[in-house]
């Protein structure tokens, strides 16, 4: 009888993480520190031509010019970033794997156990992954079937050595090397990614998906993905992410950068599942991350899914500049923090084209001592007539000691806009436990049913088997929260 | 009647007193109610009808200070809510609870499945449920249109109500507990709730029904009939009992010194 909701709650935080294992590698890595040396090391270590160096170059001593950030909600002690390694990557056995049979299997090893069979022909039908180990892309599925069809996806570096145009063409086009701190750290030492270009009226036939994965200890992760999609193309892009559970923390600083040009369409969605630190806070990623998506041309549309359920810290802002007419920009999110993580993440929708919509759902869900700011901004520029924004922002809040937070911003400067915001904050009610309860349902089936149905706005933009991922996800992070 | 005394009832209460945040409510209820047998619980209110019901449904903000509750002749109120839900007590809730998102038929499959694992019957699947939830659908006279929406989520209170009985069909409980089920409906909504727990009514099946009003028993006719004052079971009769109550008003019995505990049925 004295199962009290408190004694639930208080338990939410102890789950554990289940991908935090090491993979014993042989690894190379970079002495730690940040200086040009190190940044034409790693250049010379991907080969790459001179103009990419340069851009490096140019935003590293931009960065030196920078300062950090603070007026995200979110607090850490300061980040040394000298002591930070800036690659790491398994050692290539020769000249660096051809195909899946030169993966070191060990790291093959590794994403079969996170779920992520790399052989093609035990691959998820309709799903294309690119692996990321570290600082290098380890191997690309299904990179035949889709050039067939024109489709370029492969690993950033082989993308600046054979498709140069294209990398220099946008690169940089969506976030500049001079963004913000983070992004022009990573424009400075970004090590890999995925490339992907659609070209006109291309329907990309799979999805396409990273998977990203930091092992190395005291290393960052600095990737940098670019997706475009050509006129009348439509591709599906998902991530997702992981690492071992590591006292201390790991920065992951990535960019990411979208395309669409006139009719094309970008859904991009994201699983985020980083180690985020144990119950006293210690160790966990520090996932500060510029995503932008550039609706270029008319009728063109971006979509933003975004489930982030890991990290210590997350700070982003998946964010769409509509600047074709008509073009559309969408994002929905949830965000679940518990223990003592703490997320402030929202979006940006920046209208300029006339008739641009755009679309905002976020949820948060705040546990333990968890920590969930919304910061959205909402821009209409005067020459957007027509434009029209829905902003939905819901906080769920378990237990007494976590704290939900929003931040909307909206700049209007066009008389014809039309704008609505709805914004809602609940508590997971002990009477809707005790209603399961009576039904026969056990309080941790309950707390994971209602969370799944405050989220489903949300589950149901994601592709089939990663909403099925995503919910399990959520259920696997809810457990152990009742007693 | 007389032998009714040496049969094991379903459900016997024994000096159950319970209170909430200190303040006692029960002070002392004993109650045994037979398989297939409808007993019917008035009161005025704050007498402690409802609390009756939600300390037997093992809500957590009622404790329970003094006496026993059996099941079947298990301790009662050694189960979690979860436990007393699968061993088969069911209470219709006076104010059913909205959960948005999920749908009707997911949050009854949930249900109906941990009560089916609890009894060591097999999971349902999908199209075997469905043929169920159809069935029942007709048996209560629910609308198809609320079996997709989410749990009671924008439904009238007549149709909350309604869903009570539905998910009560559906998981088939040994003991229903139909806590104030007329309270905000009309004559119709009401007509349509009590037709539902007629047809549900049969010889296994034992039904408490709480109730302010009369009116509710013109409908779900009861067997024996209950007055709680100040928590206590101060009368207790057969239906005629409510009829009196009605004309006479419960200051009739309020300040009324309990009587000797009464046997069921007296």
Same mark, same amino acid.
């Given at each position: 009888?004295?199962?009290?909701?408190?004694?639930?709650?208080?338990?939410?935080?102890?789950?554990?993480?289940?991908?935090?294992?090491?993979?014993?590698?042989?690894?190379?890595?970079?002495?730690?520190?940040?200086?040009?040396?190190?940044?034409?090391?790693?250049?010379?270590?991907?080969?790459?031509?001179?103009?990419?160096?340069?851009?490096?170059?140019?935003?590293?001593?931009? +960065?030196?010019?920078?300062?950090?950030?603070? +007026?995200?909600?979110?607090?850490? &002690?300061?980040?040394?970033?000298?002591?930070?390694?800036?690659?790491?990557?398994?050692?290539?056995?020769?000249?660096?794997?051809?195909?899946?049979?030169?993966?070191?299997?060990?790291?093959?090893?590794?994403?079969?156990?996170?779920?992520?069979?790399?052989?093609?022909?035990?691959?998820?039908?309709?799903?294309?992954?690119?692996?990321?180990?570290?600082?290098?892309?380890?191997?690309?599925?299904?990179?035949?079937?889709?050039?067939?069809?024109?489709?370029?996806? =492969?690993?950033?570096?082989?993308?600046?050595?054979?498709?140069?145009?294209?990398?220099?063409?946008?690169?940089?086009?969506?976030?500049?090397?001079?963004?913000?701190?983070?992004?022009?750290?990573?424009?400075?030492?970004?090590?890999?990614?995925?490339?992907?270009?659609?070209?006109?009226?291309?329907?990309?036939?799979? *999805?396409?998906?990273?998977?990203?994965?930091?092992?190395?200890?005291?290393?960052?992760?600095?990737?940098?993905?670019?997706?475009?999609?050509?006129?009348?193309?439509?591709?599906?892009?998902?991530?997702?992410?992981?690492?071992?559970?590591?006292?201390?923390?790991?920065?992951?600083?990535?960019?990411?950068?979208?395309?669409?040009?006139?009719?094309?369409?970008?859904?991009?969605?994201?699983?985020?599942? +980083?180690?985020?630190?144990?119950?006293?806070?210690?160790?966990?990623?520090?996932?500060?991350?510029?995503?932008?998506?550039?609706?270029?041309?008319?009728?063109?549309?971006?979509?933003?899914?975004?489930?982030?359920?890991?990290?210590?810290?997350?700070?982003?802002?998946?964010?769409?500049?509509?600047?074709?007419?008509?073009?559309?920009?969408?994002?929905?999110?949830?965000?679940?923090?518990?223990?003592?993580?703490?997320?402030?993440?929202?979006?940006?929708?920046?209208?300029?084209?006339?008739?641009?919509?755009?679309?905002?759902?976020?949820?948060?869900?705040? &546990?333990?001592?968890?920590?969930?700011?919304?910061?959205?901004?909402?821009?209409?520029?005067?020459?957007?007539?027509?434009?029209?924004?829905?902003?939905? =922002?819901?906080?769920?809040?378990?237990?007494?000691?976590?704290?939900?937070?929003?931040?909307?911003?909206?700049?209007?400067?066009?008389?014809?806009?039309?704008?609505?915001?709805?914004?809602?904050?609940?508590?997971?009610?002990?009477?809707?436990?005790?209603?399961?309860?009576?039904?026969?349902?056990?309080?941790?089936?309950?707390?994971?049913?209602?969370?799944?149905?405050? =989220?489903? *706005?949300?589950?149901?933009?994601?592709?089939?088997?990663?909403?099925?991922?995503?919910?399990?996800?959520?259920?696997?992070?809810?457990?152990?929260?009742?007693? | 009647?007389?032998?009714?005394?040496?049969?094991?009832?379903?459900?016997?209460?024994?000096?159950?007193?319970?209170?909430?945040?200190? !303040?006692? /409510? $029960?002070?002392?209820?004993?109650?045994?109610?037979?398989?297939?047998? #409808?007993?019917?619980?008035?009161?005025?209110?704050?007498?402690?009808?409802?609390?009756?019901?939600? #300390?037997?449904?093992?809500?957590?903000?009622?404790?329970?200070?003094?006496?026993?509750?059996?099941?079947?002749?298990?301790?009662?109120? %050694?189960?979690?809510?979860?436990?007393?839900? @699968?061993?088969?007590?069911?209470?219709?809730?006076?104010?059913?609870?909205? /959960?948005?998102?999920?749908? !009707?038929?997911?949050?009854?499959?949930?249900?109906?499945?941990?009560?089916?694992?609890?009894?060591?019957?097999?999971?349902?699947?999908?199209? %075997?449920? $469905?043929?169920?939830?159809?069935?029942?659908?007709?048996?209560?006279?629910?609308?198809?249109?609320?079996? !997709?929406?989410?749990?009671?989520?924008?439904?009238?209170?007549?149709?909350?109500?309604? !869903?009570? /009985?539905?998910?009560?069909?559906?998981? %088939?409980?040994?003991?229903?507990? $139909?806590?104030?089920?007329?309270?905000?409906?009309? /004559?119709?909504?009401?007509?349509?709730?009590?037709?539902?727990?007629?047809?549900?009514?049969?010889?296994? @099946?034992?039904?408490?029904?709480?109730?302010?009003?009369?009116?509710? $028993?013109?409908?779900?006719?009861?067997?024996?009939?209950?007055?709680?004052?100040?928590?206590?079971?101060?009368?207790?009769?057969?239906?005629?009992?409510?009829?009196?109550?009605? %004309?006479?008003?419960?200051?009739?019995?309020?300040?009324?010194?309990?009587?000797?505990?009464?046997?069921?049925?007296?």
């Amino acid at each position: 009888m004295q199962t009290t909701e408190t004694n639930t709650i208080e338990q939410f935080a102890t789950q554990e993480y289940k991908f935090g294992f090491v993979t014993e590698v042989e690894q190379e890595t970079f002495p730690p520190g940040l200086n040009e040396d190190i940044i034409r090391m790693l250049s010379a270590k991907k080969e790459e031509p001179a103009w990419m160096l340069e851009w490096r170059l140019k935003a590293y001593r931009h +960065w030196l010019t920078m300062e950090e950030p603070t +007026w995200a909600n979110i607090h850490y &002690a300061p980040i040394d970033f000298q002591s930070i390694a800036y690659y790491a990557g398994p050692k290539p056995k020769g000249s660096g794997p051809k195909s899946l049979d030169e993966v070191d299997p060990e790291i093959l090893k590794t994403y079969e156990k996170l779920g992520i069979p790399l052989h093609e022909r035990e691959m998820l039908a309709g799903v294309a992954v690119d692996a990321v180990f570290d600082s290098v892309s380890v191997a690309t599925t299904f990179k035949g079937k889709l050039a067939e069809m024109g489709i370029i996806f =492969c690993s950033f570096s082989e993308a600046v050595r054979n498709h140069p145009e294209l990398v220099q063409q946008y690169m940089g086009s969506v976030v500049p090397y001079t963004d913000n701190f983070y992004a022009t750290l990573n424009s400075a030492v970004f090590s890999d990614g995925s490339f992907v270009y659609v070209p006109k009226g291309v329907r990309c036939p799979m *999805e396409l998906s990273t998977y990203f994965r930091i092992n190395a200890r005291n290393t960052g992760q600095f990737e940098r993905t670019l997706i475009v999609a050509d006129e009348g193309a439509y591709v599906s892009y998902l991530e997702g992410c992981t690492a071992p559970m590591r006292d201390e923390n790991q920065l992951h600083a990535a960019v990411v950068e979208l395309v669409a040009l006139k009719d094309a369409t970008i859904k991009y969605s994201t699983v985020q599942n +980083w180690y985020p630190g144990d119950e006293q806070g210690r160790g966990g990623i520090y996932n500060f991350v510029t995503k932008r998506g550039k609706c270029e041309g008319a009728n063109s549309k971006i979509s933003w899914t975004q489930v982030e359920t890991g990290s210590a810290i997350t700070w982003k802002y998946p964010s769409v500049i509509l600047k074709g007419d008509h073009s559309t920009g969408e994002f929905y999110s949830v965000a679940l923090t518990k223990g003592r993580q703490q997320a402030d993440t929202g979006t940006k929708m920046i209208h300029i084209g006339k008739n641009t919509k755009s679309n905002i759902v976020s949820k948060g869900i705040s &546990a333990g001592e968890g920590q969930n700011t919304y910061r959205g901004a909402v821009r209409i520029l005067k020459g957007a007539d027509g434009a029209r924004n829905f902003s939905q =922002c819901d906080s769920m809040l378990i237990g007494d000691k976590c704290g939900a937070h929003t931040f909307p911003y909206i700049d209007v400067q066009n008389p014809t806009a039309r704008m609505e915001h709805e914004a809602t904050t609940s508590k997971i009610g002990e009477d809707q436990i005790f209603y399961c309860n009576q039904r026969g349902i056990s309080t941790e089936d309950a707390v994971s049913m209602i969370v799944s149905g405050f =989220c489903k *706005e949300v589950f149901r933009e994601l592709p089939m088997e990663f909403a099925v991922e995503a919910q399990k996800l959520l259920a696997v992070n809810l457990e152990g929260s009742v007693g | 009647m007389s032998d009714r005394e040496n049969e094991t009832a379903m459900l016997e209460i024994k000096n159950l007193h319970a209170s909430v945040e200190g !303040n006692e /409510i $029960l002070r002392g209820i004993d109650l045994k109610i037979g398989s297939g047998e #409808v007993h019917a619980i008035m009161g005025p209110n704050g007498s402690g009808k409802s609390t009756l019901a939600r #300390v037997l449904a093992g809500q957590e903000d009622y404790e329970v200070t003094d006496g026993q509750v059996l099941f079947d002749g298990k301790d009662l109120l %050694e189960m979690d809510p979860e436990e007393r839900a @699968r061993e088969g007590v069911f209470m219709a809730f006076q104010y059913p609870v909205e /959960i948005p998102g999920v749908s !009707n038929t997911y949050f009854l499959k949930a249900a109906l499945n941990a009560v089916r694992k609890h009894r060591g019957l097999p999971e349902m699947d999908a199209l %075997e449920f $469905l043929k169920l939830v159809r069935e029942k659908m007709k048996l209560v006279q629910m609308e198809e249109s609320l079996l !997709n929406r989410p749990v009671n989520e924008g439904f009238s209170g007549g149709e909350k109500k309604r !869903n009570e /009985i539905f998910h009560m069909a559906v998981l %088939e409980p040994r003991l229903c507990v $139909l806590d104030e089920t007329d309270s905000g409906l009309d /004559i119709d909504a009401l007509r349509v709730v009590a037709d539902g727990v007629n047809v549900l009514r049969n010889k296994d @099946r034992g039904f408490l029904v709480i109730t302010h009003y009369q009116r509710l $028993l013109n409908y779900i006719v009861p067997d024996y009939v209950h007055v709680l004052v100040d928590g206590r079971i101060v009368r207790s009769g057969g239906k005629e009992l409510a009829l009196e109550l009605e %004309e006479k008003g419960y200051s009739w019995l309020e300040g009324m010194a309990p009587e000797r505990p009464v046997p069921v049925g007296a």
